[in-house]
């Protein structure tokens, strides 16, 4: 019997299902790069060439390792362009009795998987993806009955089930939560260490050339190219963030400065998203370099907390409300993605700062996505299916799963509110205390109205303004709206103008 193993882009773990009781004499590992992935948005040129790139890097080393690889490159003038036709393929071309793979983390692959068994007449063995702490049954078994699914809650759960940072029953510390104490702005005489990099090598420069020649068009700069490809140098990222970094990560998570992008967080999400690293693993050393005396408490539980409680958090909301979430527009958000979004050329500082570093790196930390970037687009009524894309085009860890609830949830509260107890909305004075972009800035951050007035000051109220019907019965939202209440109707007049100046601006002459 010849079996089948495919392994999908972000399915590189040796330890992924589909491997398991591999026969090496006899099983095909099927790998495959197509055209269908790399434009159903198009990606950033970093990503393609990432992920290309570590897929080859995986492919080699499973053939070193004695595996039976077919590998199919982009510019195979044999290739098909779908998972399903190569799949085809590889059936006709080596007589494949059956087909095994780790389920998809993506719907729209997982509803084409589903479709082979019928479409291609081979079986076809689906099985869980065990690099996840926690199934999609698992959660909903643990939704089932809540009125609100928080995730401080969830979190609690997985510290106890995989016993990390806990003294018995207990969190380390006496809390569950330092959150509260990573909240600092920034200081003078911060000294961030530079990012691990990883020199591109031979195969890393072939993807590089591909990736140039048939993606020229593709948002982005393709070099220079620093990503770890191997899971050696997948590893080494880690390490050096723990050694490096993660001292400080806590102070200064949602801390911006101009100039640095990487601050002192992990960059580890490409890596941990396409199966480079694990999670647990990832979680472990943190607590580790707790326990070594290395780190604070503070600094690790944050960490920890994003890798054990909100990425497996929002992935189990993903699964559980797909496909509809796709669709959700709870604000009925309608406007264009300003120009800006793709050339930063915009006179707010903080935006043009935050999409500049898009554009070179394919990255920017949490709070340049969530309160600059997210925000924007929030307060703006920017579309939520334009925002989505965006996001999922631009960022080198961008899949569905994590991207859709994280922006459609956290960032634009598209879905009413089932992940985010609110709107994370702010004015200019919030940017102002955790970054050093109001400086370097056209506008005034201190001026609340007219043409010298920071946008983000008037697009916050006239948000709430317009979405008073939806979100005025929210009890985190008393104190706005009670302000909003004694507000004069002539500022509320100034409000509706600065607005639309603002979009007069934006959509005629390209720039705000």
């Known amino acids: 019997m010849t079996t089948l193993r495919m392994v999908l882009g972000d399915q590189l773990s040796t330890t992924i299902s589909a491997l398991e009781g591999a026969d090496k004499r006899n099983d095909i590992i099927l790998m495959c790069e197509v055209i269908d992935e790399a434009t159903y948005v198009k990606h950033h040129k970093k990503k393609i060439a990432f992920l290309f790139s570590a897929m080859r890097h995986f492919a080699d080393d499973l053939s070193k390792d004695g595996f039976q690889v077919r590998y199919i490159r ?36 997982f509803a084409d998987i589903k479709t082979w068994v019928t479409d291609l007449g081979t079986p ?34 997985m510290r106890r089930k995989y016993n990390i940072l806990m003294d018995g029953d207990l969190p380390l510390g006496g809390q569950w939560n330092y959150d509260a104490e990573n909240r600092k702005p920034p200081k003078n005489g911060l000294d961030v260490p530079p990012p691990f990099h990883s020199s591109p ?34 590893l080494a990222v880690l390490h050096h963030f723990i050694n490096e970094r993660l001292p400080l990560f806590g102070d200064y998570q949602d801390a911006m400065l101009t100039n640095e992008p990487w601050m002192y967080h992990s960059h580890i999400s490409f890596y941990l998203n396409c199966g480079l690293l694990l999670p647990l ?12 005396g290395h780190a604070p408490l503070n600094a690790v539980e944050g960490f920890i907390r994003q890798i054990i409680g909100w990425r497996e958090y929002v992935r189990g909301i993903y699964w559980m409300q797909m496909p509809n979430y796709a669709t959700a527009n709870y604000l009925e958000a309608q406007n ?29 930390h949490h709070i340049q996505r969530l309160m600059v970037i997210g925000n924007f687009a ?46 994370y909305a702010a004015s200019g004075a919030y940017i102002n205390k955790m970054s050093d972009y109001c400086k370097g800035c056209s506008y005034n951050v201190s001026v609340k109205n007219g043409p010298t007035a920071c ?11 317009r979405n008073q019907d939806k ?42």
């Open 455 to 465: 946008p983000f000051n008037y697009l916050y109220w006239d948000f709430f303004i």
């Open 378 to 423: 929030l307060i703006a009524g920017i579309d939520p299916d334009k925002v989505n894309e965006w996001f999922l085009i631009v960022y080198a860890d961008a899949y569905e799963w994590v991207e859709l609830p994280n922006v459609s949830g956290m960032i634009l509260f598209a879905d009413g509110g089932y992940l985010a107890s609110k709107p």
């Open 336 to 364: 264009p993605l300003p120009a800006f979004f793709w050339n930063a050329q915009t006179k707010m500082n903080c935006l043009r700062q935050c999409i500049t570093e898009t554009k070179e790196n394919a990255y920017a």
């Open 201 to 234: 090598d031979h195969i890393t420069q072939e993807v590089i050339d591909l990736v140039s020649q048939r993606f020229a068009t593709h948002f982005g700069d393709l070099l220079p190219f620093h990503f770890a490809t191997t899971r050696k140098d997948a």
């Open 124 to 157: 076809v063995e689906i099985r869980a993806d065990h690099r996840f702490l926690c199934h999609a049954d698992e959660f909903q078994a643990w939704a089932k009955g809540r009125k609100q699914l928080r995730m401080e809650y969830f979190y609690r759960l």
């Open 471 to 512: 979100l005025r019965g929210n009890p985190r939202l008393n104190h706005t709206y009670a302000t909003l209440a004694k507000m004069d109707p002539v500022k509320q007049a100034a409000i509706s103008d600065d607005v639309t100046r603002f979009w007069k601006d934006t959509l005629t002459n390209g720039l705000s």
């Open 74 to 109: 982009l510019d195979d003038p044999e290739n098909t362009g779908s998972f399903k036709t190569e799949v085809a393929r590889a059936i006709t071309a080596l007589g494949v009795d059956r087909i095994i793979v780790t389920e998809p983390n993506e719907y729209r692959v």
């Open 281 to 292: 693993e990832c979680a472990q050393a943190a607590e580790q370099s707790y326990h070594d």
